[in-house]
């Protein structure tokens, strides 16, 4: 075997084992010497896919059911745990930990890391990675209390007793790669630091052995969290956006870039459907429509810039298009920067053609040059084809509860109906639009599952554009939280005028239920609201007859124009429109940056605390209690309530609060633990109103107070000031909004 032969075989192995897992031998095969040139090819041909990201045994990232894993615990770093369940609504898992702790047993997703060796391509600069420093201590000290974890006031022999029983193990920590290169046998090294202090994930300095930087690890002296988007894929669950089908062309894309974005995909969509990334945004329902869009599109547009590759959740979702997706991926590079070429994003795309729009006056001809590549990857679709409408949102709102509607019932949308085929909203819907001759707003059609603002966000926008509210009301509408907030923000924030409809079974208890309700006294007495009931509607002539009156009630609050304003016009009667006044009192209720609230811990207990943060996103407020305990301060927005007394306006009966029962010590802290309950009963005594409720929780939920001596599984008597309520979603989202365009 000839020397330039022998170099390319010996090249060709390196690279094989290196970046193959090979564990074969190719140094005894005779190979002729007129293919050295095809093997030299090869070598480099398979060395820049696996820089690339075509592992061909890459480790999967993605946990499982039983998986061990390390997870982040409250600033000291990540720990081994077992993984017992996957929650995708939530984006979380269910954890054991280890060392026997029993403390925060859910763990979100961002928190958890497999115990598994990432492949080459999903590590470069700026890449987030688990790295080894420091030793964890859990043990006993001899006088039976807990000894110290960071090591620094332990012996030697008993850090020597503790090895002996396997109580000491690795620290892990969240850091950051600074720099990659290669050693002088080709393998990759990682240099890197701590994530600032001021991080979510980041270690406490405390321990033994800490150092700010990290130098000259391999690949597998390193660990990654999982791919969001990977554990949706595997998730099983679907969007609604799946059954829509795909687009031609995904653009993948950052908030902070939608400017530029804008210019660049208003040409595209007059050519292509196309679906776009959700802007970073993590919730359950955007991760699963992102999914499902990247796995039908024909092509993958990645916009790429310094803020692409500073979002964890952009890079996360390009590493799915190319590695996971397999798309084919057209890169445009937003201004003249290319940091990227060093993160996974350089590693991902290396030797792929791209283009690069520097500044204003090469959008034009980039422009041109994007359409006419996309041209050769996409099958040209009209824009009638795409089914896309353009029209004016609706300026009629319809607010329901599936639970009344036979046609959810019939969808296998709901597992039981209260009402019947006349009193289904979604039938009322249909025959108030044909008589009215416009379209009437209603979820199943309007809800975008892939719009960055969410389910809540979208509900705000519909409701606000429109000029008035059909509301189907029963006895399933004010049980139901979703459609008590949609009501509460349409009359008492934005003073909408509404059209109320009995829907439903009818009977006077469900009539009793909701009228008694915070809603329902909202409602004036005198007006009673058309009834399509199933007890008072049976047959299709009094079906009509009864449509035709709500069209009659809607036509005059319509204004002529086609806009959305309210037109002013004194002496038309409207016998069921209601115009709320005055009170901020929703706003009241959202809790903010630095606000005092009571929170849910664990075990249905809620304690006070002050919001430290909320995310969007997911929903989810991060508060610091006021006690020292660091566990268990991320919390849902509807488990965080507004440490303040409510305005009794918004509690009636079956109103969800806060009460308190039972005192707790933490520390030398003390005070009362608040539960959360439901209204049964009002009384009015000389101007003051005084409730009475029951737990909403019981021992079998795992409620902690229920074994306490002092536990009652009612309430009575409580004033207003003795109770606090969770904020409205859709007015939260809203406060939340205005803040963030200040």
Known sequence: M??????????????????????????????????????????????????????????????????????????????????????????????????????????????????????????????????????????????????????????DAKKAELAAKGQISDRWHMGQITRVYRDEHGEPRYNGEHVPLDDPQASRPGFVGYERVFTNLKLPDLRTTPNVFNCMDNSGAKSETAAAGGCDVFVSKVTKDNRDISKLVTPLEGVYRVGKSADGATSSSKIQSTVQQIKNCSVYLVCLSDNFIEDDTAMAELLYAKKTARKTVIPVVLGSSNKWHGTTAGM?????????????????????????????????????????????????????????????????????????????????????????????????????????????????????????????????????????????????????????????????????????????????????????????????????????????????????TGGSEIPVEAGIPVPVAVSVTGKSIMQKMVPMLGDAVVAHYAAWQFFPAKVAAFNRSTLRYTVNWDDPDPSCRVQPYNLVAMNAEPSTELIGIGSRVLFKQGTYRFGDSTGDVWNLGEITGIQEVDGEKFYSGKHSKSAADGLAVATWPSFSPTFNGAKCSDLRLFPNAIEMLEQYKLMNEE
């Open 2 to 155: 000839g020397d330039s032969l022998a170099d390319a075989v010996a090249e060709l192995q390196r690279v094989l084992r290196l970046d193959y897992n090979f564990a074969g031998s190719l140094e005894t095969t005779q190979f002729s010497s007129t293919t050295s040139q095809s093997f030299s090819e090869l070598a480099g041909v398979l060395k820049a896919a696996a820089e690339q990201g075509y592992d061909a045994k890459e480790e999967n990232t993605t946990p499982v059911v039983g998986d061990e894993a390390y997870v982040y615990w409250a600033g000291c770093g990540w720990y081994t745990a077992i993984i017992r369940a996957w929650m995708p609504s939530e984006l979380a898992f269910m954890i054991k930990w280890t060392d026997g702790d029993w403390a925060a047993e859910r763990a979100e997703l961002a928190n958890i890391c497999l115990n598994k060796v990432p492949s080459v391509s999903s590590v470069g600069v700026g890449t987030r990675v688990l790295f080894k420093q420091g030793l964890y201590y859990c043990g006993m000290n001899d006088d039976g209390t807990i000894c110290d974890s960071t090591g620094r006031a332990l012996s």
């Open 348 to 560: 991902l795309l290396a030797g792929q053609l791209y283009i690069q729009i520097g500044n204003e006056a090469e959008w034009g001809p980039k422009t041109a040059e994007l359409m006419s590549n996309l041209k050769q990857q996409v099958k040209q679709q009209s824009s009638e084809q795409s089914g896309v409408e353009n029209s004016k949102p609706p300026r009629v709102f319809l607010s329901y509860c599936w639970s009344n509607s036979q046609l959810a019932l019939q969808a296998k949308q709901i597992s039981w109906l209260s009402g019947d085929e006349f009193s289904d909203p979604r039938r009322i819907k249909k025959d108030i639009e044909e008589r009215l001759g416009e379209r009437v707003w209603l979820d199943i059609e309007q809800l975008n599952s892939i719009d960055d603002s969410g389910m809540f966000g979208q509900l705000a926008e519909a409701v606000k554009k429109s000029s008035l509210v059909v509301m189907c009301i029963s006895k399933e509408y004010t049980n139901s939280q979703n459609c008590m907030m949609e009501a509460n923000f349409a009359l008492r924030s934005l003073r909408k005028p509404v059209v109320v409809v009995e829907v439903g079974s009818g009977t006077q208890e469900d009539r009793h239920a909701w009228k008694e309700s915070c809603l329902g006294m909202l409602l004036p007495k005198n007006r009673e609201p058309v009834s399509i009931t199933a007890d008072t509607v049976t047959t299709l002539a009094a079906y009509e007859e009864s449509i035709g009156k709500v069209v009659d009630f809607i036509k005059p609050q319509l204004p002529t």
